[in-house]
C-alpha cells in the first residue's frame, strides 16, 4: 500500500452514462496524475496537477474528460457520454515536487468497463 | 519511433538466474529513470530509479544507465518465482511542462521454479 486511494476499485457502466473516479494522495504530496492504461500497454500520461492547478493536459483527453483538484487534495475524473474504447485501467499517482528525484507513487487503479 | 522502446518478452529464465531487462528512450532531455514492476491486474510499484550514468544497486536489483546510448537496463539477480511480473521502464524529464512519465509497452518475466 503506497498511501494513494482510489475510489472505485472497478465500475461498469453503459456506453453513454457518465461516471467519476477519485483519488486521494499521499497526503504531504502536492503534485497528482492521472494515467490511463490499456492490455498490454504501459500507462499513458492524461493530466497532472501541481496543488490545485492543472497544468498539464495530454492530447489524449478529449473533450469528455474533465479532471478537478479543487483544494489541492483528492482529484476527480470525470467521463462524460462514455464510449466503449473508454475501457481501461484509470491510475492515479502522487509526488512531492522540489525533491531532487521526485518519485511517483501509484494508487491501485480503478478499472472501467464500458458496455 | 517510439518514446520508449522494451521488449514485450515474455522473458523466461530459471529461478536463480540473472534476469536482463533493457529499454532505450528518444528524449535526451530526460533526467531520471525509473522501473516499476506491475503483476496482473495491480498497478505499478516502484522498484528503483537511476539519474546518473553508471550503476546503482539496491539488493537485487541493478540499474545501469548510459546517458550517450539513451540505454537504460535493469539486473535482477536470484531471480525468484515471485519476481514474475511486467516491468516498466518510464524516464522522467522533469522540467515544467514535461512532468509526465513516459512509459514502455513493459517486458513480461516469467521466473520457472
Known amino acids: 500500500d503506497t498511501g494513494v486511494s482510489q475510489d472505485p476499485r472497478h465500475k461498469i457502466t453503459k456506453r453513454g452514462q457518465n461516471v467519476t473516479f477519485r483519488c486521494d494522495p499521499i497526503s504531504e504530496h502536492n503534485r497528482l496524475y492521472w494515467y490511463r492504461q490499456t492490455l498490454g500497454q504501459g500507462p499513458e500520461f492524461l493530466t497532472y496537477f501541481q496543488n490545485e492547478a492543472q497544468l498539464e493536459k495530454s492530447r489524449l483527453l478529449s473533450d469528455r474528460f474533465s479532471a478537478e483538484r479543487p483544494k489541492g487534495s483528492f482529484s476527480t475524473l470525470e467521463i462524460q457520454r462514455t464510449e466503449q474504447g473508454d475501457s481501461a485501467m484509470y491510475l492515479c499517482?502522487?509526488?512531492?515536487?522540489?525533491?531532487?528525484?521526485?518519485?511517483?507513487?501509484f494508487g491501485p487503479g480503478t478499472r472501467l468497463l464500458v458496455l | 519511433q517510439k518514446e520508449v522502446e522494451q521488449n514485450s518478452g515474455p522473458l523466461s529464465v530459471p529461478e536463480g538466474a540473472i534476469a536482463s531487462l533493457n529499454c532505450t528512450y528518444s528524449?535526451?532531455?530526460?533526467?531520471?529513470f525509473f522501473w516499476y514492476r506491475q503483476y496482473s491486474g495491480k498497478s505499478p510499484e516502484l522498484i528503483m530509479f537511476i539519474y546518473s550514468n553508471g550503476d546503482k544497486e539496491d539488493g537485487r536489483f541493478t540499474a545501469q544507465l548510459n546517458k550517450a546510448s539513451q540505454y537504460v537496463s535493469l539486473l535482477i539477480r536470484d531471480s525468484q518465482p515471485s519476481d514474475s511480473a511486467t516491468y516498466l521502464c518510464?524516464?522522467?524529464?522533469?522540467?515544467?511542462?514535461?512532468?509526465?512519465?513516459?512509459f514502455g509497452t513493459g517486458t513480461r518475466l516469467l521466473v520457472s521454479p
Open positions: 499517482a502522487s509526488s512531492l515536487a522540489g525533491l531532487t528525484q521526485e518519485t511517483q507513487y
Open positions: 518510464a524516464p522522467f524529464r522533469g522540467n515544467t511542462g514535461f512532468q509526465k512519465l513516459v
Open positions: 528524449d535526451r532531455g530526460s533526467q531520471s
